[in-house]
Nanobody, 114 residues
Framework: QVQLVESGGGLVQPGGSLRLSCAASGSFFTIMAWFRQAPGKERELVASITFSGSTNYADSAKGRFTIARDNAKNTVYLQMNSLKPEDTAVYYC??????????WGKGTLVTVSS
C-alpha cells in the first residue's frame, strides 16, 4: 500500500523559512514533487525531482525554494526561504511510480502572515 506522509507546514512570518518533508512508502518512485493549492486557485506544480536528482521549479519558486531527495529514505524535502504571503497554500506531496501512476499525500498547510 502506497503512503505519502507530509510534515513541516505551519505559520511563518514573511521572509521566514520552512522545510517540508514527505516520507513515501509502498513503491519505487521515479519522480517526486511538491504541488500547492491556494484558496480559490487550481493546484500547481512547485518543484519536482527525479530519482537521479534532476530538478524542475515553477518560476515562483526559483531562487527561493530547493527540492531535495533522499532515495535511501524514500523521502523528498522542500526547503522554502524568503516566504511571501502569496506562498500561503496547502502543499501536497506527489510521487509517480514506474507505471506512471500518481500518488498524493493529504497535504500540509503553509501560512505566511505577520
Amino acid at each position: 500500500q502506497v503512503q505519502l506522509v507530509e510534515s513541516g507546514g505551519g505559520l511563518v512570518q514573511p521572509g521566514g523559512s520552512l522545510r517540508l518533508s514527505c516520507a513515501a512508502s509502498g513503491s519505487f518512485f521515479t519522480i517526486m514533487a511538491w504541488f500547492r493549492q491556494a484558496p480559490g486557485k487550481e493546484r500547481e506544480l512547485v518543484a519536482s525531482i527525479t530519482f537521479s536528482g534532476s530538478t524542475n521549479y515553477a518560476d515562483s519558486a526559483k531562487g527561493r525554494f530547493t527540492i531535495a531527495r533522499d532515495n535511501a529514505k524514500n523521502t523528498v524535502y522542500l526547503q522554502m526561504n524568503s516566504l511571501k504571503p502569496e506562498d500561503t497554500a496547502v502543499y501536497y506531496c506527489n510521487a509517480r511510480n514506474m507505471r506512471s501512476l500518481d500518488y498524493w499525500g493529504k497535504g500540509t498547510l503553509v501560512t505566511v502572515s505577520s
